[in-house]
């Protein structure tokens, strides 16, 4: 099985309250790491213009560029449920290494800004997950612009739609993400 990750494009307001949930649920110190991100994407002219929003989280692809790269083998993916994870005590860290963040497409890779950074990224709520809930950020979404789920369940609920304003969907990593994209007026 592998879970994965719904976005609503349509939906989102770009609130930020996945960022904060997350951050405070996970005890995520201010500073540069943040483990879901999200982007504004503005295109266009005066007075044709288009904004939207794009969430970044780690997308646990189902073939992960950060695992491949990683010359310590500290990126791990569940064969339960397809989660990427990171084995920070196995990482050896921004300053001598961080190829995760390099490699990785979508920024998933998060560093704090401690000198010896352990690697750190969304877990996709694992623990969570055990107690039978959703991730904290689908929790906390008030536009409900996020689900989760096992991806044969989210593609039946919600298509297969895997692209949107921002993304750019790399099929040789298969991310795990349905989305439903807020396209450009006419």
Not at 46 to 73: K, M, N, S
Request: charged share 20%; net charge neutral; with cysteine.
């Amino acid at each position: 099985m592998q879970l994965g990750l719904y976005f609503d494009q349509t939906r989102c307001v770009g609130c930020f309250t996945c960022v904060v949930a997350c951050k405070d649920w996970h005890d995520i110190p201010a500073g540069p790491a943040n483990w879901m991100n999200v982007r504004c994407i503005e295109q266009g002219k005066f007075p044709d213009v288009f904004v939207a929003y794009l969430v970044r989280p780690c997308y646990h692809c189902e073939d992960p560029l950060c695992r491949a790269h990683c010359p310590t083998g500290a990126i791990s993916k569940s064969d339960e449920n397809g989660i990427v994870t990171v084995n920070q005590d196995l990482c050896l860290g921004l300053s001598e290494c961080g190829i995760c963040k390099e490699v990785c497409p979508y920024g998933a890779p998060q560093f704090g800004a401690e000198p010896d950074a352990r690697m750190q990224k969304c877990e996709l709520c694992a623990e969570r997950w055990q107690q039978g809930k959703k991730p904290i950020c689908v929790e906390a979404c008030l536009m409900r612009a996020l689900d989760a789920g096992p991806m044969e369940e989210l593609k039946k609920t919600y298509g297969c739609n895997q692209s949107a304003a921002g993304f750019v969907y790399q099929a040789e990593l298969r991310p795990a993400v349905i989305m439903k994209a807020k396209t450009v007026k006419s």
